[in-house]
């Protein structure tokens, strides 16, 4: 990065001007300020009667934000309106030299051999950053390819900064890894039930992501999670409580937006009862309109009111919402009747993926996003053919059926949230700020403090826990190795055993299965049940237990050594119940909601007594041979 003309009279020059030149990040650049967090009236009513969301950010100059975008769409062609809806992706680490792999994914999928050539053939208005498309290695690699697309995009005739997003939810959804800092995720979060926590670990993690050039997260995620057997959402949900989640949906939109970032509270109206993954299906909503009210709608009603930047629309049929067999993404009666009009939303809604097979199994990729524009979206996310999905949208305005004027609100929303994130004023990042604010020490500190205050302890029959290393020094580990979620960390057996033997155990790991395939063989339990037995105590990790599986023949082999076995879910805290029947029981179970390593260092400290387990289930934990009867209810957790 090499210093050129101040951006901020750049910017003004290139917004001022009929043309711009290129421009470079200085070297001393760092992100914008953060923006005290915003509310908006949430109730009945068209979205006119809200406050308008760019005249409700405190400490900008609102008149200033308005003459440019008014300046900017009057200097738009219809070409480069349309491409400010779409955000994609694109492979490859670099804006302007990725790999030749990348290069040869981006020709195939996208007609274009990188991200400037993206940006100057579709003008698009947000770019994706995605582990599989290798556009994440390390922090100052993404800060230099988040200057290299805004580079890019300032060198238009008409020129926007792109905003640049992440699905990063933190937990079991994390794109960016360390050396950043990686924060519990949102249902160990709901077994803290800290709203101060769910804050911190947003406004932090929001700090970190600006440093990186990104400005939208899609985060937190505001569905309740009242069906065990959700395919898709799970511990990504902050629980089953509507009111519990709501208050941490909104702490997380609070923290984010203090830090910069745009929250994107998802999926609406709402995905936490579904038994299809809307990936590969289309799930379907059996909730009354009133059991809409009371169980899904509280925690969107509590992003809107904290001022939520952007939601995001779910793939999934909702009968008592909209009758028509339309997913949501696709639903005017659900997103401008209900999310419009009746909460009184006014800010930006983005789509799911259009990739998934949710919103696909209808309609055509042409057709998808202009009924996603008709129904209310503005952001059109990650199509499949962006040239399928860029001309039918062309083709719907110059046929009528959308006109240009539906184009522009969309895209003064858009350009609003660009300018609320301070993108007009300071598009670009800095090694500098990365060096100052990513994964430093202050951070890991906190997300260690905040991951001891979720770890959930089910079970202690006998006070087996805590384990003292002069009582149960010489340690087993085994279970599951899951793979990293943000590819890196890891493995769960040796994270546990070093951080173990950190605290004075002798703790040796043996992996008996992974996260594709966690049911273990007969020749790994066999080994296991051998390296156990001599051992103070057996430390056993599971992944989902499902009806039969393997793992519980381990857990059960295990126990009938007569080792003393204590028992660690690591994905969904449902695992316990499928351990139950006299003698096969462990004398101890923890959840952690995760198998990061902040998540499993800090279940280590749990386990060793270094700190008392505060966590409650924040669902319901039912019997596995009677779902009707719970077997720890919400709330439920022990202590020291």
Known sequence: MHTTTSRRALLTATLAAAAAGACSAPTNSSPAPAAPARRTTAGSGSPSATPSRATTEPGRDQERDRRRIDELIGRM??????????????????????????????????????????????????????????????????????????????????????????????????????????????????????????????????????ALGIRQDYAPIADVNVNPANPVIGVRSFGADPKAVARLVAAQVEGYQSAGVAATAKHFPGHGDTSVDSHVGLPRITHSRKEWERLDAPPFRAAIEAGIDSIMTAHLLFPALDPADDPATLSRPILTGVLREELGYDGVVVTDSLGMAGVRKKYGDDRVPVLALKAGVDQLLNPPSLSRAFEGVRKAVRAGELDEDRIDRSLRRILELKARRGLFDDPYTSDRAVNRTVGTREHRATADRIAERTTTLITNRGGLLPLSPSRHHDLLVVGVDAAAPSGTGGPPTAVLARALSGLGFAAKALPTGTGDSPGPSPERIEAAVAAARGRDAVIVA???????????????????????????????????????????????????????????????????????????????????????????????????
């Open 77 to 210: 062609t219809l070409d480069q309106k349309i491409g400010q809806l779409f955000v994609m992706r694109v492979y490859g680490h670099s804006a302007t030299h990725p790999d030749p792999a990348d290069v040869a994914a981006n020709r195939k999928e996208i007609g274009v051999d990188n991200a400037a050539e993206l940006i100057a053939k579709y003008h698009v208005g947000g770019v994706m950053y995605i582990g599989w498309a290798h556009n994440i290695r390390d922090p100052h690699q993404v800060a230099a390819l988040s200057g290299g697309i805004q580079r890019a995009a300032l060198a238009a005739s008409v020129p926007v900064p792109v905003l640049l997003s992440v699905d990063q939810e933190y937990g079991t959804v994390a794109r960016v890894g360390a050396p950043a800092t990686l924060f519990p995720g949102a249902m160990a979060l709901g077994a803290g039930g800290s709203a101060a926590d769910a804050r911190t670990a947003a406004r932090t993690a929001g700090a970190e992501l600006a």
């Open 542 to 640: 599971t992944y989902d237990i499902a009806s039969g599986s393997a793992q519980r023949t381990l857990v059960a082999r295990l126990v009938a050594t007569g080792v003393p076995v204590v028992h660690l879910a690591l994905r969904d805290p449902y695992d316990i119940a499928r351990l139950g029947g006299r003698g096969t029981e462990p004398a101890a179970s923890l959840a952690t909601y995760c198998w990061t390593d902040v998540e499993l260092r800090a279940a280590a400290r749990v386990i060793a007594g270094r700190v008392t387990p505060r966590g409650r289930l924040p669902v319901a934990v039912r019997r596995a041979d009677d779902p009707s009867r719970v077997l720890y209810p919400i709330g439920h957790g022990l202590g020291y």
